[in-house]
C-alpha cells in the first residue's frame, strides 16, 4: 500500500515557477514508477510525465523543456521543477504510483495509487 501527498501548488503569474512535492508511504517507494499528471476543468486527465526507480525520465511534449521531475529515495518525495509557467498549465496537479513498467506509457490506467491533488493557477 502506498499513500502520497502532494504540496506545493498554488497561484503564480505566467513565466514564474512552481515546486511541487509528492510524499509518499510505503517501504517500496523506490522501486515504483512515480508519474505526474494534470486535470484542468472540463478536460481529461493528461499526463505531463514520469520517472522511473533508475531516475529515468520522460515527458510530454507539452512541458518538454519546462517541467523536470526528480525523486528522493531517502524522503520517499518525488518532486516537479515547473518553470516559464503558461495559463494552459493551469489545472489540479496529481502524484501517482505504479508498481508496474506499464506505468512508463503514461496510461492513467496502469498506475495503482493517486494523490489527492494540488491546485496549480497561471494567471496571464
Known amino acids: 500500500q502506498v499513500q502520497l501527498v502532494e504540496s506545493g501548488g498554488g497561484l503564480v503569474q505566467a513565466g514564474g515557477s512552481l515546486r511541487l512535492s509528492c510524499a509518499a508511504s510505503g517501504r517500496t517507494f523506490s522501486s515504483y514508477v512515480m508519474g505526474w499528471f494534470r486535470q484542468a476543468p472540463g478536460k481529461e486527465r493528461e499526463f505531463v510525465g514520469a520517472?522511473?526507480?533508475?531516475?529515468?525520465?520522460h515527458y510530454a511534449d507539452s512541458v518538454k523543456g519546462r517541467f523536470t521531475i526528480s525523486r528522493d529515495s531517502a524522503k520517499n518525495t518525488v518532486y516537479l521543477q515547473m518553470n516559464s509557467l503558461k495559463a494552459e498549465d493551469t489545472a489540479v496537479y496529481y502524484c501517482?504510483?505504479?508498481?508496474?513498467?506499464?506505468?512508463?506509457?503514461?496510461?492513467?490506467?496502469?498506475?495503482?495509487?493517486w494523490g489527492q491533488g494540488t491546485q496549480v493557477t497561471v494567471s496571464s
Open positions: 501517482a504510483a505504479g508498481q508496474w513498467a506499464s506505468a512508463w506509457s503514461g496510461s492513467p490506467s496502469s498506475y495503482d495509487y
Open positions: 520517472i522511473s526507480w533508475s531516475h529515468a525520465t
